[in-house]
């Protein structure tokens, strides 16, 4: 089983960078879509970023197209995500989560293991 693990999550200003990584223990990690997620109270748990098992595909919700970056690491087992141009509205608690298909998704519901989440906060 793939076991998630968030970290690099804190106190931002609004225009800074911060950068999430995701580790994971598991043998299946490298022929999994991996993503990211944020949630904050009382709203839908909501697609960031997704990338494919080789890193060559990758996706993103329009409102984090050209500040975020995800990428990954097959041979450490971790997937990252660089975000830039931090606003307010991106605050959040992330979640980094594994799908065991080599088809992306940025549907919630079809990832099969969560992180438990890291709370990032931009202060604007």
């Known amino acids: 089983q793939v076991q998630l693990v968030e970290s690099g999550g804190g106190l931002v200003q609004a225009g800074g960078s911060l950068s999430l990584s995701c580790a994971a223990s598991?043998?299946?990690?490298?022929?999994?879509?991996m993503g990211w997620f944020r949630q904050v109270p009382g709203k839908e748990r909501e697609f960031v970023a997704a990338i494919s098992w080789n890193g060559r595909g990758t996706y993103y919700a329009d409102s984090v197209k050209e500040r975020f970056t995800i990428s990954r690491d097959n041979a450490k087992n971790t997937v990252y995500l660089q975000m830039n141009s931090l606003k307010s509205e991106d605050t959040a608690v992330y979640y980094c989560?594994?799908?065991?298909?080599?088809?992306?998704?940025?549907?919630?519901?079809?990832?099969?293991?969560w992180g438990q989440g890291t709370q990032v906060t931009v202060s604007s």
């Open positions: 598991g043998h299946i990690f490298s022929s999994s879509t």
């Open positions: 989560a594994a799908r065991f298909s080599n088809v992306s998704s940025s549907l919630p519901g079809q990832y099969d293991v």
